[in-house]
C-alpha cells in the first residue's frame, strides 16, 4: 500500500501533524521506533505537561525563541496557544493556567493529554506502526521514494514528515539518527547542541552547596566579559554545578559556545541596590554588634551559603560583629549583589530537555514547513532545533509546526 503521508516520530508533532493531516482526507501513517507513542511527552512539566504557554502577543511568544524565533510566525498563526488549549479542551481535557502564564491540564496528568491525542489518531484512522525503526530512506532526484524499516519493512509514500525529535533524554530513543539521514537528503545540519541544561562550575565549593534553592535571584550570564544574557527567577545548586528554571534558559548560549569564557554573576538580593542592601547589614551589625559573625544571618540568607561566603570574604567566622570594618561589610555587599561563578560546561544530552540546533532554517520553507532541499520532505518538532526556555513555549512549538505540516502536506 502506498500511502499519501508517511510520518517518522510519534511525539507531539508527530501525533498533531497525523491528526490534521487525516482530517483534510489523507491516508496516513504513523511510524515510531518505541512500542508506544509520546514516551517523551509523558516526561515534560515533571510528568504534568506543560502544553503551552499562554503569552497573549505572538512577537512576545516569538521573542522567547531568540533571533530564530521569527521562523515561528507562519506556524503560531495557523495554529497558536488558543488553538491548542481549545484541542484539547474540546476533546475532554480540562485545563488551567498557572505561574508565569504556564497552562497544564487540571488533571496535572500528561497521561490525558496523550490519552486525548491517541483518541483523536484512532478516530481519525491514521494507521499507527510502533516498533519501527527507520534503518534508511531511499531517494532518487531530490525526491524520497521508500523508507526502509529494520527488519526490510518497506514504506511508500507520496509525501514525507519527519518529527523525530533531537538528541535530548536519549533514553526515549531520541538518537539524532534523523540527522544523519537528512545530511545524506543533502540538509545542512547545524549542530546538534544541548539545550534547557544544567551547567557545570569550574569552582569546587560549589559542591557545599549542593541543594541550596534560590527562589528569586537574578544572574547574568558573561562571555569575554560581555553580558549576554539575563534571567531572574528560581535555580538550585548541584554538586557539580547548578540548574532551575533560569540555569536551563541561560544553558543554550553556553552550549552553542562551547562553553569557553563564560562566567555567571549570582545577585541573591536583586530587590535592593548595593546602597540598600550596605544599609541593610549596617544595622544588623548594630544590632547584633557583640554576637559572633557567624551567628547573625539568621532570616537574611541561606545557612548553607555562610560558610562559603564568610570564606570568600575572608572574614573570620569567630569575629564579633562590632569589630567588622566598613571594608569587610563592603566586600560582603559585593558578594551577595555579584557572586561570580566561572563555568566550565554544560551537562550532556542525557540531562538535556531539548536539542538547540538541527536542520537548517534556511533549508525549510517556515510557510508551510516543506524541505527546501527534498521536494516530498516536510518538518516539524525538536528537528528544526528551534529552542526556546521553560514554560511551555517548546511543546507550543511542536504543536504549531506539526500542525503546519500536516496540512501542507495533506494539500500536496
Known amino acids: 500500500m502506498k500511502y499519501d503521508i508517511a510520518i517518522i516520530g510519534g511525539g507531539p508533532a508527530g501525533m498533531i501533524a497525523a491528526i490534521h493531516a487525516s482530517e483534510l482526507g489523507a491516508r496516513v501513517i504513523l511510524l515510531e521506533k518505541n512500542d508506544r507513542l509520546g514516551v517523551k511527552l509523558l516526561l515534560t512539566g515533571g510528568g504534568r505537561c506543560n502544553i503551552t504557554n499562554k503569552t497573549e502577543d ?76 527507520v534503518k534508511n530512506i531511499v531517494s532518487r532526484n531530490n525526491k524520497i521514494e521508500k523508507i526502509i524499516l529494520v527488519g526490510g519493512e518497506e514504506i511508500e509514500a507520496n509525501r514525507y514528515i519527519i518529527c523525530t525529535g533531537g538528541k535530548s533524554y536519549p533514553e526515549t530513543g531520541s538518537s539524532g539518527d534523523a540527522l544523519k539521514w537528512l545530511k545524506k537528503l543533502g540538509h545542512t545540519i547545524v549542530g546538534p547542541w544541548p539545550a534547557l541544561v544544567p551547567i557545570i562550575i569550574k569552582e569546587t565549593f560549589v559542591k557545599r552547596l549542593e541543594g541550596l534553592s534560590l527562589k528569586d535571584a537574578k544572574i547574568i550570564l558573561y562571555k569575554d566579559n560581555k553580558k549576554v544574557n539575563e534571567r531572574q527567577g528560581e535555580a ?50 548594630r544590632t547584633n554588634g557583640n554576637k559572633l559573625f557567624k551567628n547573625i544571618f539568621d532570616n537574611f540568607l ?76 516536510y518538518f516539524a518538532g525538536e528537528i528544526v532545533g528551534l529552542a526556546g526556555p521553560t514554560g511551555g513555549y517548546n511543546l507550543q512549538a511542536c504543536w504549531s509546526t506539526g500542525y503546519l505540516a500536516g496540512e501542507s502536506a495533506a494539500k500536496g
Do not use: W
Request: hydrophobic fraction near 45%; proline fraction near 4%.
Open 58 to 133: 505572538i512577537r512576545e511568544f516569538i521573542n522567547q525563541f531568540g533571533k530564530d524565533g521569527k521562523f515561528l510566525f507562519s506556524a503560531l498563526n495557523k495554529f497558536g496557544v488558543n488553538n491548542v488549549i481549545d484541542f484539547f479542551e474540546n476533546r475532554g481535557v480540562k485545563t488551567k493556567v498557572e505561574e508565569k502564564n504556564r497552562v497544564f491540564p487540571k488533571s496535572n496528568s500528561a497521561v490525558e493529554i496523550l490519552k486525548a491525542l491517541i483518541k483523536a489518531l484512532k478516530e481519525q484512522g491514521v494507521e499507527i506502526k510502533t516498533n519501527a525503526e
Open 236 to 285: 538550585i545548586f548541584t554538586a557539580t554545578g547548578m540548574s532551575g528554571p533560569i540555569i536551563l534558559n541561560l544553558s543554550k548560549d553556553i552550549a552553542i559556545n562551547g562553553a569557553k569564557n563564560f562566567k555567571i554573576s549570582i545577585d541573591f538580593k536583586p530587590a535592593q541596590t548595593f546602597g540598600e542592601l550596605d544599609l541593610e547589614l549596617q544595622d544588623i551589625f
Open 302 to 377: 541561606p545557612p548553607k551559603f555562610v560558610p562559603v561566603l564568610t570564606e570568600l570574604a575572608k572574614i573570620n567566622p569567630e569575629k564579633k560583629v562590632n569589630i567588622i570594618t566598613g571594608a569587610e561589610r563592603t566586600v560582603l555587599v559585593n558578594l551577595i549583589k555579584n557572586f561570580v561563578l566561572e563555568i566550565k560546561g554544560t551537562e550532556k544530552f542525557e540531562k538535556a530537555i531539548t536539542t538547540a540546533g538541527g536542520v537548517n532554517l534556511a533549508e525549510v520553507d517556515p510557510r508551510s514547513m516543506k524541505s527546501k532541499i527534498v521536494d516530498n520532505l
